[in-house]
């Protein structure tokens, strides 16, 4: 639903007092991927990672995504809670699609298993991200589960992060995923990236998936991001244009 213009005025308002009280670490997570990274924002910071223009295309549906939203707490002992979903807004589709829908909706921990590169220690970094696949609306029905599991190394000239997972999905079907993102240099303003991943679930066709694209860090706490990907679930083509940031603060005690 589109805001008025005063309730636009009001939540300014409300954010620009807001931000009077909140001092900002480093942005960490990960947009524009479907995968995800080994590490976790610090206990009692919040990232917000915001998509607020995105186009999506499936088959005979056009579907513009406003907004993907993905919100992470710090929690004690390198773990952060995660909740996530995406809002379409159906441009052009097929009779029966309706109008808008909450998609993807989730609740998950995220768990730092093992301090590495990307906490600024030797090695890998391995992390573990489990919850539960929440209920859409106009969509998804149901509720599943899911376990990941997360290894990211970082050298000078790239950062990789693999992921593998399995799900109980929302239609009570098993579901297996494997993905990878490769990053340019960490140290660039600017970086290239992409990801690469497959799923299924039992009883459904095959989803491979491509990305490319690039993150711009404008601040410690402020990333930019755009992607172009391009995926096919059986005989279907999907292609989505996602557009975001990454923005986070703690509050002050």
Not at 53 to 70: M, S
Not at 103 to 113: D, E, P, S
Not at 175 to 185: V, Y
Request: neutral net charge; contains cysteine.
């Amino acid at each position: 639903m589109l805001l008025r213009s005063y309730s636009r005025r009001r939540c300014r308002r409300t954010i620009a007092a807001l931000l009077l009280t909140l001092s900002c670490p480093p942005a960490l997570a990960y947009r524009p991927f479907d995968s995800t990274d080994a590490d976790v924002v610090g206990a009692g910071e919040f990232e917000l990672e915001l998509g607020p223009l995105g186009y999506l295309r499936e088959g005979g549906n056009k579907f513009r995504v406003a907004p993907a939203v993905v919100a992470n707490l710090g929690l004690a002992g390198d773990r952060e809670l995660v909740l996530q979903g995406d809002r379409l807004r159906l441009r052009e589709g097929e009779p029966g699609t309706p109008a808008t829908s909450l998609v993807n909706a989730g609740l998950f921990i995220k768990q730092v298993l093992r301090r590495g590169a990307l906490q600024d220690e030797p090695g890998p970094s391995i992390a573990t991200e489990y919850g539960f696949l929440l209920p859409g609306v106009h969509a998804d029905n149901g509720v599943g589960f899911s376990v990941a599991g997360i290894v990211s190394q970082r050298w000078q000239a790239a950062t990789v992060h693999l992921n593998g997972s399995v799900a109980y999905t929302r239609e009570h079907r098993p579901e297996a995923f494997l993905g990878a993102i490769l990053e340019g240099p960490h140290e660039w303003q600017v970086r290239p990236v992409m990801e690469l991943f497959a799923e299924q679930a039992s009883g459904s066709p095959r989803v491979t998936s491509g990305l490319i694209g690039a993150i711009w860090r404008s601040r410690d706490n402020l990333s930019f991001d755009v992607g172009v990907r391009s995926a096919r679930a059986g005989g279907e083509h999907i292609n989505e244009l996602r557009l975001g940031l990454t923005w986070a603060f703690e509050v002050k005690r």
